[in-house]
């Protein structure tokens, strides 16, 4: 089973989305959109980034 993005409206009636694992665990929760049409787009682009991005080890070297 694959993970899921669920879009909700938090306590300030502002629409957002996590990223859910097959496990249920939330792995990210987005900012805030103004609608669940912001917040569509804003998917799409995690999407595409997800599989292509880069990644910045911007942790401190270990001894």
Sequence with gaps: MAGAFEVFTD???RVRFALVA????????SGP???KREAA???KDVRECAGTG???DLCP???
């Design 61 to 63: 070297a270990h001894a």
């Design 22 to 29: 097959p496990d249920g665990s939330v792995l990210a929760v």
């Design 11 to 13: 306590s300030e009636s």
């Design 33 to 35: 959109y103004t609608d």
């Design 41 to 43: 787009a804003a998917i």
């Design 54 to 56: 880069l990644i910045h």
